[in-house]
């Protein structure tokens, strides 16, 4: 049927399961204290310079651990 869903293009990714991470990432997002945080790196763009962020691998989002001060 004609029943293709609209295209991908959206600049954020949709939270997709799994436990692929990110060299930014500091842990699995699944993990108690983990939080979503933009990426310093490409500001949340997800891109440096035209190129995919390869801190957050074109995510826009890297999961850093809460607590502390
Ligand atoms: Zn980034």
Known sequence: MGDKAE???HPFTVHQEGTK???GDEGDPSTPGMAENVCRKCNGTGKIGGVE???CG???VV???MGGA
Request: with cysteine; aromatic share 6%.
């Open 7 to 9: 295209s991908t293009n």
């Open 21 to 23: 991470l990110n060299p």
């Open 53 to 55: 962020c390869p801190i």
């Open 58 to 60: 074109g995510t826009g």
């Open 63 to 65: 999961y850093e651990e």
